[in-house]
């Protein structure tokens, strides 16, 4: 019992290392590659989990053997177009100047139905709206919208508006970030003053505190 604990432990750690090698991508986000790996990971961990009379370097060196296989074919996919290319493959343009491609949509295999409902989840209900539709090699559909269809900018409108940058987060559950306050530029006093206009006279009483590029100072207080 003790036993297999502490192996599905060990090939837990194993398992979550090797994942955060691949990288943060979700699931949908993996290349063909990075998807075969990570099934794969998953089979090989099962094997010595559920037989404790399997020695447990079964799991763990097939493991870091497809693991030195991902960072090696990786190095070479950020070294090389062409070696990027047949690994993940590239890009096809389903909808080019509001023409759908027949073509391209039975090669990949990709039906009217499926584009028109990955349309819709970008918000483009009508086809008309759409300039140009991309399938990107992750399996995503990118969508520009034709010109007079896009989102309005401030550009648009000659507008120059204020730089926003990340909001510093000065406290969240009660922790004072003193490296947030460092980077904004204002000091614990001066965090206690403003606490005292919300009320609160205890920085462990702040469930989160935030001030943006504006000056502006964002307090919620714990419940």
Do not use: C
Request: aromatic letters at 6%; glycine letters at 6%; hydrophobic letters at 45%.
């Amino acid at each position: 019992m003790h036993l297999a604990l502490i192996r599905t432990l060990i090939l837990y750690i194993v398992v979550i290392g090797a994942l955060r090698l691949m990288g943060k991508r979700q699931i949908g986000q993996l290349q063909p590659s990075e998807l075969v790996v990570a099934m794969m990971l998953s089979e090989l961990a099962s094997i010595p989990m559920e037989s404790v009379g399997t020695p447990l370097t079964a799991g763990i060196i097939p493991i870091l053997t497809l693991m030195i296989a991902e960072t090696t074919f990786s190095f070479l996919t950020l070294k090389s177009r062409r070696m990027r290319k047949i690994l993940s493959g590239s890009p096809t343009i389903l909808i080019e100047k509001g023409q759908i491609l027949e073509s391209e949509l039975e090669r990949l295999r990709y039906n009217i139905d499926d584009l028109l409902e990955e349309l819709r989840t970008s918000g483009y209900a009508n086809i008309l709206d759409v300039e140009y539709a991309i399938i990107e090699s992750n399996g995503n559909l990118s969508v520009i919208p034709k010109s007079n269809k896009r989102p309005l900018t401030p550009e648009d409108i000659k507008l120059n508006p204020q730089y926003e940058g990340i909001p510093f987060l000065l406290v969240t559950d009660g922790r004072l970030n003193q490296q947030a306050m460092n980077d904004a530029g204002v000091t614990i006093e001066w965090l206690l003053e403003q606490l005292k206009t919300y009320n609160i006279y205890d920085i462990e009483d702040v469930f989160l505190a935030t001030l943006d590029s504006s000056g502006k100072l964002y307090v919620q207080k714990k419940i």
